[in-house]
């Protein structure tokens, strides 16, 4: 008797195929909201942010010493009679001919002068500032900070998709910005699958029933997304139940920009989250071609139609793996770039360290893998033991991640592609 025909398994789509999928159905959102300054840190600028004045306003002293016109000082021992005091935040007189100006670090600098000479090339005389005696040649410009060296008025200093940062807040301050108009947060319900799945603090290690796992993933994932600026509602736990998980779904959908789950979209009788996603809209990505991280998938959820002004748009759907490698790999490099787009910033390419393996892997993958590795004091890259997708030890171990082609071996010294997690997580 002859075997019956195994049906046609379409190929696994690339990592690259997928994040362009994936970034090619976001379109940024439009809410905006103004908030203080001092809290907007990792907020997206919504807006060109354009200077209404030069920074510095006017051209200021970098040096504590003594402004003077290089005309008088054409040679050291010059002494120049103090003809005024400036202070950072005090006008200043114009410079009379032959005379200096005791002058401080951020003060105005006086008409007429065009250089400061430091403290330290100078010296007091008659001890009550009346004179200084010059020690050294100043060419011209020297110390001075020009009006508008850091910023010019009408300049965009910050441009619309910024996503903010310390430095750039300060920017933002210097041009006397209090408050600015941001893109609002992403809207994010996150929720885990799986009756196995328990919560730390509510059962002990002692009582824990055979096959139980406390939940790590709903940690990390929330962390996650509240450093990349979303809002989240934090659903819990879905039992394994076709009718709770289509439940879930609609609520969720009416109220948020994304769904975020983690664990239930592999094919077991079990996994339910694939056939709820396909009934209450569409799942239109499905497994990938990387390790870890095989079991990603893509679609969208409809809105009810009382769900007020964003019931036309579908909500997104993105389901994870449920073991933690792969929920955490797969995040990185896929989610984070389209909660960066869903917020109007840009999203950055790709740009690998190129460094030597310090080990050997002389077994090829027939996917694209991620290995979780650490940089060692020789300048190489020491590779984690345990590589399994449920040992979340390596990336708490590691520092980044291998990208290693599909089929593809590696030797020791052989150069290979690393992406710091410092990077990925930025």
Known sequence: ????????????????????????????????????????DHRVL????????????????????????????????????????????HAAQPLQPGTCARIFTGAPMPAGADAVV??????????????????????????????????????VVLPRGTRLSPASLGLAAGIGMAHLTVMARPRVALFSTGDELVMPGE???????????????????????????????????????????????KTAADHHDLILTSGGVSVGEEDHIKPAVQQLGSLDLWQIAMKPGKPFAYGTVRRDAGAGTDAA????????????????????????????????????????????????????????????????????????????????TSAVWGDGLVDNPAGHTIAHGDTVAYFPFADLLA
Request: include cysteine; hydrophobic fraction near 45%; charged fraction near 20%.
């Open 118 to 155: 430091m403290q330290e090339d100078t010296r007091e005389v008659g001890g009550d500032l009346h004179a200084a005696h010059i020690d050294a040649v100043p060419a011209p410009g020297q110390w001075v900070r020009r009006a508008g060296e850091d910023v010019t008025r009408g300049a």
């Open 203 to 249: 059962v002990a290690p002692e009582a824990m029933k055979p096959g139980a796992i406390y939940n790590s993933n709903r940690f990390f994932l929330r962390t996650l997304l509240l450093r990349l600026g979303c809002e989240v509602s934090d659903l819990g736990i879905v039992p394994d139940q076709r009718d709770l998980t289509l439940a879930a779904l």
């Open 313 to 392: 748009q579908p909500c997104h759907f993105i389901g994870l793996p449920g073991n933690p490698v792969s929920s955490f790999v797969t995040f990185l490099l896929l989610v984070r770039p389209f909660l960066l787009k869903l917020q109007g910033a840009p999203v950055p390419a790709w740009q690998p360290v190129m460094l030597p393996a310090h080990f050997d892997l002389p077994r090829a993958d027939k996917r694209r893998e991620f290995l979780r590795v650490r940089r060692n004091a020789a300048g190489g890259l020491d590779l984690f033991p345990n590589q399994s997708s449920g040992v979340l």
């Open 46 to 89: 919504s807006t060109d942010l354009v200077s209404a004045l030069h920074v510095p306003p006017q051209d200021n002293s970098s040096m504590d010493g003594y402004a003077v016109r290089v005309a008088d000082v054409s040679a050291k021992g010059v002494v120049l009679p103090v003809s005024q005091r400036i202070a950072a935040g």
């Open 1 to 40: 008797m002859t075997a019956a025909p195994q049906p046609h398994r379409a190929p696994l789509m690339s990592l690259d195929n997928a994040l362009s999928e994936v970034l090619g159905r976001v379109t940024p959102l439009v809410r905006t909201e103004s908030v203080a300054t001092f809290d907007a």
